[in-house]
């Protein structure tokens, strides 16, 4: 407050509605201590409001205050209007996503217990305009508090500023249960200390899984005579039967370390399968291997007038060693029996032109 004229002047006050009316506040400029306003004085009031909500709802403060003061000729006054900006109303937030991706750690094309993983990113920001202390995520398919340290404190103070956005990244590794169910369903929260009190945040995540492993095996086998000396009957050690494996991968799992194996033609078979697409030595579950190995016949089997005989094949898959027993169809475990020409009756042979 100055003085705008020539002449002294006393009963000096201010009043502000804002502020209650007459300011209580003693000014500084009064030099002379003599309590009026002399033409060279500036007095200065300085008086606090306290800002209530309707202001900050409001977004500033408008008012105005009135100076009165006694000269030579009467009362003088002067008014002035100040508005002031607030800043936003001290808003405290925390926000928190969650993401889960599935992790096939042994490349089974499976979902396996114990082994397969999910990766789970917790994402927090920063929702309002204040600073967030004690941050935490718990998780209880996490065991509860997260044991990751979040990435993203920019400043290394420990507190979520609102321009900093922290990450926290940790597996969780997948039991039969969520096998069993077919996706893991859990929720995450997110927990903050603001100006205004404790914040939180929830989000929950839907992570779907591969189906069960399946280790399976199948095996069919089927055999036909060949006469080889075309003489219109079986001749011993000299005709054979070809013996065709084909073998299945029955699961949805890749098996390892297959052979077939079939007694009557000395265990293990030394043909080399077709069918190995890729050529990894693997049998995975869009292949087809198929074995085909000859047969000598025995005057026994002519004697008996068929062959009937049974293979196995074996592979190793991701849980265990799997095992199957030929048959005629994948769905059978029938011994293959392959008839032999003119065993059981008298054969004429012509080109010898005498009767077997």
Known sequence: ?????????????????????????????????????????????????????????????????????????????????????????????????????????????????????VTYTFTVTNGGNT??????????????????????????????????????????SVTQSDIDTGSITNQATATGEGVNGTVS?????????????????????????????????????????TYTFTVTNGGNTPLSSVSVTDPLLGGLLTATPSGDTNTNGVLDVTETWVYVQDYSVTQSDIDTGSITNQATATGEGVERIVTDVSGDTITDDTPTVTILTGSLYRCYCPYKDRSI
């Open 131 to 172: 600073p967030l202390s004690s941050v935490s995520v718990t998780d209880p398919l996490l065991g509860g508090l997260l044991t990751a340290t979040p990435s993203g404190d920019t400043n290394t103070n420990g507190v979520l500023d609102i321009t900093e956005t922290w990450v926290y990244v940790q597996d969780y």
């Open 201 to 241: 945040d929830d989000d929950t995540a839907i992570t779907t899984l591969l189906e069960s492993c399946l280790d399976a095996i199948a095996l069919t086998k089927t055999g036909v005579f060949n006469d080889v000396d075309t003489s219109g009957c079986t001749t011993a050690g000299i005709d054979t039967v």
């Open 1 to 117: 407050m100055t003085n705008g004229g020539n002449t002294p002047l006393s009963s000096v006050s201010v009043t502000d509605p804002l502020l209650g009316g007459l300011l209580t506040a003693t000014p500084s400029g009064d030099t002379n201590t003599n309590g009026v306003l002399d033409i060279t004085e500036t007095w200065v009031y300085v008086q606090d409001y306290s800002v209530t909500q309707s202001d900050i709802d409001t977004g500033s403060i408008t008012n105005q205050a009135t100076a009165t003061g006694e000269g030579v000729n009467g009362t003088v006054s002067d008014d002035d209007t100040a508005i002031t900006t607030l800043l936003e109303s001290c808003l405290d937030a925390i926000a928190l996503t969650k993401t889960g991706v599935f992790n096939d750690v042994d490349t089974s094309g499976c979902t396996t217990a114990g082994i397969d993983t």
